[in-house]
């Protein structure tokens, strides 16, 4: 429609129009994000869900592949919608070359109503903001008391309630965890939108990962404390109390996460008999992934974000120490889930009903004292190098 005189005018006025929208759209987002973005807990709270979409891509992509006829079919309904919203300035001009004449004279109502709107929610923000110039308003919040940690009466009590509020408040604990958010996605997409028999062994198995990597995710507890745990040494905390108030405050939340996973997984999937042995199989990697945990964090101190640091940050230096001790520390859980693991593939192997009571046994009696082994080692090596570790963690917060 180039050649047409009317879609021309159209087209000038439709890109006239969109520059406004655009321009004061832009404003407005700006500055409403303002005060917002300056919180350091909404700007890591961004970083860490971008990185969803990321981790998810390949699915992302294979779905795309599979529903992409689908949406060609589709494509002018949604262009027929998107007409009318912001981004659909430029159908003015199709509209009018193809003699729409009554829907071009509502779209170009529609886009002059999105005009004035945003030049008013522009004007408030301008004004809101020159009103609060140089001055400082702070809200005061009632401090009513200490929570959890003032009703403890014991450093490990202590430690727990500190730990367990940690999981929930500290950003760098819950981007440790975003992978943990993306597998229960992936098992969630799979019962739901695949819903394919021969792929259930995926949601299965994912409460079992999430197990390994939630035994995992307490290995860098001490650097994570950063100079913090100056405290620690000073108080003289030992070394019991310390492990074991981190490792409670992990299964105070951990463990009914894995049982309710594995509960909802085999629903979905249809697979309820194998509870047991699935139960096992968690519950197992999960207490020996916090025994091998509770002794390689108090042994083995590897640079990890300072509070206050983005949890994305990362060090100029000690990287490679990290990738070791990490890819270490890892081998070493699945080495001590063995004796979980064999009866439970034994179990899935035969159908034995037997066997899955055999792997929920082992998988709890052998956990807890694989765990309680753990704790005391990693407790006695706590109080035998307690000003060693505290060097080395000074050390390594100094290369952020």
């Known amino acids: 429609w180039g050649w047409n005189l009317a879609a021309i005018l159209a087209g000038i006025i439709a890109a006239v129009l969109g520059t406004a929208i655009c321009v004061l759209l832009m404003q407005v987002i700006v500055g409403l994000l303002t005060n917002v973005i300056s919180r350091r807990a909404v ?60 829907m071009a004279a509502v779209h170009l109502i529609v886009m002059l109503a999105y005009v004035g709107v945003l030049l008013v929610a522009y004007n408030a923000i301008v004004n809101r903001t020159t009103e609060a110039a140089g001055t400082v308003k702070e809200r005061q919040r009632e401090v009513t008391g200490t929570g959890l940690i003032g009703r403890a009466d014991t450093p490990m009590k202590a430690i727990w309630a500190r730990s367990l509020m940690f999981w929930f408040k500290d950003p760098r604990y819950s981007a440790s965890l975003l992978i943990i958010v993306v597998l229960i996605g992936i098992g969630v997409v799979q019962l739901v939108v695949i819903d394919n028999n021969e792929m259930s062994f995926i949601a299965k198995i994912i409460p079992v990962a999430v197990a390994y990597l939630i035994g995992f995710s307490i290995s860098a507890d001490l650097s994570y404390d950063s100079t913090g745990f100056s405290l620690h040494v000073t108080t003289g905390v030992r070394g019991i109390d310390d492990r074991l108030g981190r490792v409670f405050a992990l299964l105070t939340w951990g463990l009914p996460l894995l049982v309710l996973l594995t509960i909802g997984m085999l629903y979905g999937s249809q697979a309820l008999d194998e509870l047991a042995t699935w139960l096992g199989l968690g519950i197992g990697v999960l207490l020996t992934g916090l025994a091998v945990s509770s002794v390689s964090s108090a042994r083995y101190i590897y640079p990890a974000p ?59 009696l052998y956990g807890a004292g694989l765990l309680w082994a753990g704790v005391k080692i990693g407790g006695k090596w706590y109080d035998r190098a307690l000003p060693e570790t505290y060097q080395a963690i000074v050390k390594v917060s100094a290369l952020y």
């Open 43 to 102: 700007r890591d709270t961004i970083q860490i869900v971008l990185l969803v979409p990321l981790m998810l891509s390949g699915f992302i992509f294979l779905g795309a592949i599979e529903t992409i006829q689908e949406f060609w079919d589709v494509l002018p309904d949604i262009a027929a919608w998107i007409a009318y919203t912001p981004a659909g300035f430029l159908a003015l001009p199709v509209m009018v070359a193809q003699g729409q004449w009554g």
């Open 306 to 364: 300072p509070p206050g640091a983005s949890p994305m940050a990362q060090p100029e230096g000690g990287m490679g120490r990290t990738m070791l001790v990490q890819t270490l520390g890892m081998l070493a859980q699945v080495l001590a889930a063995l004796p979980v693991i064999v009866p439970g593939v034994i179990a899935l192997v035969t159908g034995s009903p037997v066997w899955g009571i055999v792997t929920l046994m082992v998988g709890v």
